[in-house]
């Protein structure tokens, strides 16, 4: 089993930035595909990134290319989403997830997917 914890939540205005962390809770001997989503007030979770723990392509909604980078440090077990120029339509709770079926990332965009999950950080953007 395998624990996620988010961090580096917060609010911020437009056009700023802020950098996201998912630990877990200990390595695994295989890749795992790692993920962030996120869940506004009202709407449904989206995947927003996704890349392979042992590296590999990373992947972006449109909604995020050019402004998210996803990156790993593998010697902390920890995921990260760097979040620039900041929007007010980013405002959601963000969550990490990790699979270990398997399959690349490329395929893997939806909840049932995913067997590891965070708790989930709040990302306030105002105008």
């Known amino acids: 089993q395998v624990q996620l914890m988010e961090s580096g939540g917060g609010s911020v205005q437009a056009g700023g930035s802020l950098r996201l962390s998912c630990a877990a809770s200990?390595?695994?001997?295989?890749?795992?595909?790692a993920s962030w989503f996120r869940e506004a007030l009202g709407k449904g979770l989206a995947w927003v990134s996704s890349?392979?723990?042992?590296?590999?392509?990373?992947y972006y909604d449109d909604t995020v290319e050019g402004r998210f980078t996803i990156s790993q440090d593998n010697a902390k077990n920890t995921v990260y989403l760097q979040m620039n120029s900041l929007k007010p339509e980013d405002t959601a709770m963000y969550y990490c997830?990790?699979?270990?079926?398997?399959?690349?990332?490329?395929?893997?965009?939806?909840?049932?997917?995913?067997?590891?999950w965070g708790q989930g950080t709040q990302v306030t953007v105002s105008s």
């Open positions: 997830a990790a699979s270990d079926a398997g399959y690349s990332c490329r395929f893997l965009l939806t909840r049932g997917q995913y067997n590891y």
């Open positions: 200990r390595s695994t001997p295989s890749s795992l595909c």
């Open positions: 890349m392979k723990t042992f590296g590999g392509d990373t």
